[in-house]
């Protein structure tokens, strides 16, 4: 079937290219430059040899990333689908290999090419000369050779390829080693399989006059490659593992793609962009065909059209857009959802890209996100859009797990079984343990009634067949949205998987009482509070400022961070310093619950309505960290006593020596040396040291 493609394989450089630039994280791009998968090799041309041995105007091209190891091509395999095989197949083995296409054409891709099938294939009788050397090499068909990978046909290099190796021992093929490897020391290890690069050997050849003895792999490489386009028997290459990707599907949901296909000619024409968007028709009945045509086809009035620039008859395209066509951009109406006359304003777009954090799951690696980086490129060369990437970060979130499960083992008898005695545990029964009849015993989890058991303890995904789902409605019924909210985040840093413990949110939803009575007070005698909150409008004492802004100043980091859990920390920090304050000043709390709202947006809202304000928070500034109260203002000062350092104290920058005099008095440390004692002079130097020198004279004498 003839289908639509978008062409996404000519922009496969720059979508390797353009990922050095990308904040994402480097197992994803990864991903995305294994399956673009691009090569650096030759194209070879191998002559097809007739009955007699001699060279037909037939050539076999194979692609190599190994042009180093060409004299050791001892056999081909060319692809069951290969076009010429029908061409060169013997008599005489036709009929095998027309059984092997049958039988390889009922598996897939994929279980064509596991490693760890046996390699199965046929001989097609016919024969190849090996360019470098002129030797005939033999022909097979095999299925882990795909046609729709580089040219369908391979040179097999045994003694330097697993794969082949396999393949040549099954089949009795010969196995040239042309690659040493420096660091094998034996004739033994010599004669093994070896994949990588080292020193070439027995690569020459007086007839072709290629020689590349002694060279190194790379070396070898770029002379065959030269030697190839001199004598015409190839060239350099570059291969990708990337194919162009299929548009259209044969449904009737998704986005008519706008081709007309004359009636006269069968030539395909755009629809004009003045008929954009081209909109799917109503039908009743959207089910198959079932003449291979899509369901579009049933409407007939819809189908049937003319071409409004020539005036002639035509069909319109049946096919439909995949998903894709909607999600590959969708980004970019969320800046300008509500324009009619163009995709997104010029202006809009400048301002708001690329997208500074998408957040999602690593499934997304070589669909969504690969797509769309295709897609936002097509509108970068078209001057739709002004970046050349969609999203400059990348987020995988992890995901939260059951709750542990503790398992343990029976034997025959029905005795426990220690996890850590058995190593054939898979033998016995297995039973889940419940939580209250488990304890911890040092690093591990032990049964309550037999300590000497030990438990094997595991979280897994949350699904209703190990019935460890936790219902999120449950959840916000019994302690509130905004503490199931808090808990998520407060469980770990975002990018790891967390285990679900539903002990642990009742900890963050304390601290949302103690947060409400901070600003609201405790409650009345019924259990109600009173409307308002008991901040006052005094000023801030400089305490409290410096209380505020470093927890600004932390949560605001560990946001940009996405380190939520640490933010809450911080949060919770300056509510306990807070408790310690005779008042609570306005202009604390009301920053405190803005800082507050991104985690606990509904409580927050509440405070700040019963604050005195009429609008949402939503529409406040963010609160930002003022730099003079983050400064450290306090200093350790040593105390010497006549000139030997006995302690240090911590005082306020600009302290005077009385104040530094009367702490170190006070110190546990200290007053043994000072109490009691005459004092005949200080030395004090701010910020650096206090020296009090004790009068000798009434210095009491003690003994040992």
Known sequence: MRQWMLKITAYADRLLEDLDELEWPESIKEMQRNWIGRSEGAELNFSILDGQGQETDKNITVYTTRPDTLFGATYMVVAPEHHLLSYFVTAEQKHQVEEYKDFASRKSDLERTELQKEKTGVFTGCYAKNPANGDAIPIWVADYVLASYGTGAIMAVPAHDTRDNEFALKYNIPIKWVVRNEANSSEEEAKQVFAGVGIIENSSSVETGLDINQLSSKEAALKVIEWAERTGNGKKKVNYKLRDWLFARQRYWGEPIPILILDESGETIAVSESELPLTLPELNDFTPTGTGEPPLSKAVSWVNTVDHATGKSA?????????WAGSCWYYLRFMDPKNTEALVDKEKEKYWSPVDVYVGGAEH?????LYSRFWHKVLYDIGVVSTKEPFKCVINQGIILGEVQYTAWKDQEGNYVSADTEERLNEHQQVTIPEEKVMKSGDHFVLKEDPSIRLIPRSYKMSKSRGNVVNPDDVVLEYGADSLRLYEMF???????KTWNTSGIEGVHRFLARTWRLVIGSPQSDGSFKDGTIVTDDEPTLEQLRSLHKCIAKVTEEIESTRFNTGISGMMEFVNAAYKWNNQPRGII??????????APHMAEELWSRLGHSNSLAYESFPKADP????DTTIVLPVQINGKTRGTIEVEEGCSEDDAFALASQDKKLEKYLDGQSIK??????????????????VKATTK
């Open 681 to 698: 002079k200080r030395i004090y130097v701010p910020g650096k040291i206090l020296n009090v020198i004790l009068d000798r004279t009434n």
């Open 628 to 631: 003079e109260f983050l400064k």
């Open 315 to 323: 069909k319109r395209e049946t096919s439909t857009m995949p998903q």
């Open 590 to 599: 009301e920053s405190f619950v803005l800082l507050l709202s991104p985690y």
């Open 491 to 497: 469980m770990g840093p975002f990018r790891d998987s």
């Open 365 to 369: 690696a070589v669909l969504h996100l």
